[in-house]
């Protein structure tokens, strides 16, 4: 039986039990198991806590009656005021006329006429829900009838009409949103658009989550003009160290589309499959070793470039090169040793077929962690890789490499100089396999050499020296380097020997394939680094480098490299890198990247220039790209980017936009512009220019949706 305490500054009487009603008044009284109270009392009883102007609790009954500014809080969550509110504690039950409650942790808020609850259910009739101040709500919505679980924390609306200021702008005969961040199945928010050539653009996710360990989200979609298709990802963690996802997608056009836009592909498809664990030999194995394992995979496999595009309305997130690259890549890495196994493969959305794409499947790694002797004066390290080189058409190859450098280092003049000699040992070895029929002529294959080999022993001497200067605000430090690199002696023999001279780099000639060595040649390096430090920050470096090489066909200079940053103050830093040919007297390649930063506003600018021989003819390439986003207040932000091929004349990118926030809605308008890759029957590697409007709307904390407004295509 449940026990009242009285607490009072005229009088107080206890009883002791199990459960504890509490009351505690300016003047309390009891008579025949009634506690009442007229003094603004308060009762507690568990983790509620209730007051009013006036307070009856009936001890026989266990009900609890409060007249005027009802006042209930539970479990330090919910906060509920009313008029007129009675409670039986034995049976959990309640009634509250009018209602009104808040969520103190996400500020949303619900009134009625009445409430009835029992337990954790709570019946609504006739009310409104927002998430804005309460006086004058930006957004709110009304409902004719609503019910509330308390346990689930999930609220269920009927005949729901969301008005934007006192404008009514959508009707729902059903509404429901959960009142907590917990994982739990339902839908997203969908996404609405619509375009002149695509029609009117519908997605709506669908989430699944039946285990707190994986869950899945299905997002069907529909273009009334082009056709339909489903995306959907699968997400897990099978470890404390792991986690993966999958990503399955398809879509298939409408006849009239694809003819109409000479598509390559009338159903696009595609897989993508994410997975990480960086304690792979213990979790999968049972292995515990002191070292670290892990795992890494990224495969993707698509029909071509649209299934990427056809992901999202807003298509400017999925531009892609025509490349897609997948990988796995595992190791183990010890305190002395590394094993690593890998895996790459390549598709290229622009071909008809890889079949002749060579792949490399695997790769196999081992290196020796570097080891010091004497001193420190001796030095030696170590790497060895084994490469199978694979595609379903043409010639295969297995691939060995060895490399094994020896150093010998000391100072000299009282440790200003440092010195080194280094003899690097290197053995490379091929075997191919296979025939490869555009190396055949009347049946008989032009090339019968299938093994290779190459090894050589080079030197390098090395100079270098770490210069300090302080001065009175600043200090500079400066770090020259010179080395001279020997070709030594190498010794070439069978497929090496035989295209050594033909196969030189951009030679497409398929026996080159597999011809990767660089010709061996002296090489002197100079090198010359500047550093600037302010209180123990660096303020501004310029690293420079030019290379001189020596080898038969006479001598050559590479190109002069220089690469400069300069942090001008708190907010504005700048930077450039520059390379000069000599033979060709003229720059070649130029960055130049200019950023500030402050509590209001981020920007940058930067201009991308290379100049560049392909099959002996020069390319350009020139691009200016600048960004900006600028916090006007708490609730107004905007944002600019472009992007500019100004050799191409072209306007790749382009994006203007604001977004308003606020405590209970966001709200955002940007147009977009984009160039992006699509296949067609006469150019597989053809492109789209898109314009978009976006509108993004968010009501907190409920959620929101986004629409999207194609304006035209080409």
């Known amino acids: 039986m449940r026990s009242i305490v009285l607490i009072g500054l005229l009088n107080a009487t206890m009883a002791w039990s199990g459960e504890h009603v509490w009351m505690m008044g300016q003047a309390v009284d009891a008579n025949n198991g009634i506690v009442h109270s007229t003094t603004y009392p308060t009762l507690i009883y568990q983790d509620q806590v209730v007051s ?6 009936d001890n026989n009954t266990s009900t609890v009656e409060a007249f005027g500014q009802v006042n209930a809080f539970k479990g330090g969550q919910y906060h509920t005021i009313s008029e007129y509110s009675r409670l039986n504690l034995a049976k959990e039950t309640r009634y509250l006329k009018p209602y009104y409650a808040i969520d103190t942790n996400s500020s949303a808020w619900i009134s009625a006429m009445d409430a009835t609850g029992c337990q954790n259910k709570i019946d609504l009739s006739k009310g409104m829900l927002s998430g804005c101040d309460s006086t004058k709500p930006l957004w709110k919505i009304h409902f004719s009838s609503a019910d509330y679980d308390t346990q689930s924390q999930w609220v269920n609306m009927y005949n729901a009409l969301l008005y934007v200021k006192d404008v009514p702008v959508m009707y729902l005969p059903y509404f429901g949103y959960p009142t907590d961040q917990t994982r739990r199945s339902g839908l ?22 039946p ?18 298709g489903i995306y959907s990802d699968f997400r897990f963690v099978d470890g404390a160290n792991s986690k993966g996802t ?12 694809a003819v109409a836009h000479n598509l390559a592909f009338k159903k696009h498809y595609g897989y993508n499959f994410d997975y990480r664990n960086t304690a792979l030999l213990s979790q999968w194995f049972g292995i515990n070793l002191s070292g670290e394992s892990g795992l890494y995979v990224r495969i993707s496999r698509m ?3 649209d299934y990427l595009n056809l992901q999202h309305s807003d298509q400017i997130y999925n531009v892609t090169s025509n490349q897609v690259i997948s990988r796995v890549n595992s190791y183990y890495n010890g305190e002395k040793n590394y094993f690593g196994l890998y895996a790459k493969y390549y598709q290229y959305l622009d071909q008809s077929s890889n079949a002749r794409t060579i792949q490399t499947l695997p790769n196999l790694h081992y290196h020796r962690y570097l080891e010091s002797f004497f001193g420190n004066h001796l030095l ?55 025939n490869d029929a555009n190396l055949s002529n009347g049946g008989q294959t032009l090339n019968n050499t299938n093994q290779g080999l190459y090894a050589q022993l080079s030197h390098v001497f090395k100079l270098s020296s770490t210069l300090v200067r302080p001065y009175a605000t600043f200090t500079h430090v400066m770090a020259p380097e010179v080395s001279y690199s020997s070709a030594g002696s190498h010794v070439y023999s069978g497929y090496y020997k035989e295209y050594s001279a033909t196969c030189t780099l951009g030679n497409t000639n398929p026996a080159c394939d597999f011809y990767t060595l660089n010709p061996p040649r002296d090489t002197l390096a100079f090198a010359l680094n500047n550093y600037i430090m302010q209180k123990n920050k660096q303020v501004f470096s310029d690293r420079l480098s030019q290379n001189f090489y020596r080898d038969p066909t006479g001598n050559s200079a590479s190109e002069l490299q220089n690469e400069a940053e300069w942090q001008v103050n708190k907010s504005l830093s700048l930077y450039n890198q520059t390379a000069f040919n000599h033979s060709r007297g003229r720059i070649t390649k130029e960055q130049n990247t200019v950023r500030y930063t402050d509590e209001s506003l981020s920007a940058s600018m930067s201009h991308y220039y290379t100049d560049t021989l392909i099959n002996g003819m020069p390319t350009y390439a020139s691009y200016l790209t600048a960004n900006a986003n600028y916090t006007y207040n708490d609730n107004y932000k905007f944002f600019a980017l472009a992007a500019y091929d100004y050799h191409a004349n072209v306007l790749k990118r382009e994006e203007v936009g604001f977004m308003y926030t606020t405590r209970c809605l966001d709200f955002g308008l940007k147009f977009v512009q984009n160039i992006r ?8 590697n053809d492109s789209v220019n898109d314009r978009y409007v976006y509108v993004t709307i968010l009501f907190k904390p409920l959620g929101g949706s986004m629409f999207n407004y194609h304006l035209n295509n080409n």
Not at 200 to 208: A, H
């Open 52 to 57: 009013a102007k006036t307070l009856t609790y």
């Open 188 to 209: 997203l928010i969908p996404t609405f658009g619509f375009s002149n050539g695509e029609g009117f653009y519908y997605q709506q996710p669908i989430y699944l989550a």
């Open 211 to 228: 285990k707190n360990w994986w869950d899945v989200e299905l997002r069907p979609q529909i273009r009334t003009s082009r056709g339909e």
């Open 246 to 257: 999958l990503r399955l997608g398809y879509f298939k056009e409408q006849e009239g589309y």
């Open 303 to 305: 029909s071509d470039v």
């Open 380 to 434: 030696l390290n170590g790497d060895a890789t084994v490469n199978n080189f694979y595609r379903d058409e043409g010639k295969k190859g297995i691939q060995g490499d060895m490399v094994i450098p020896l150093t010998l280092r000391t100072s000299l003049l009282d440790g200003i100089v440092d010195a080194s000699y280094t003899a690097k040992g290197s053995l490379r070895t091929l075997s191919l396999y296979g």
């Open 677 to 684: 890759p699509i296949s067609t029957i006469v150019n597989a």
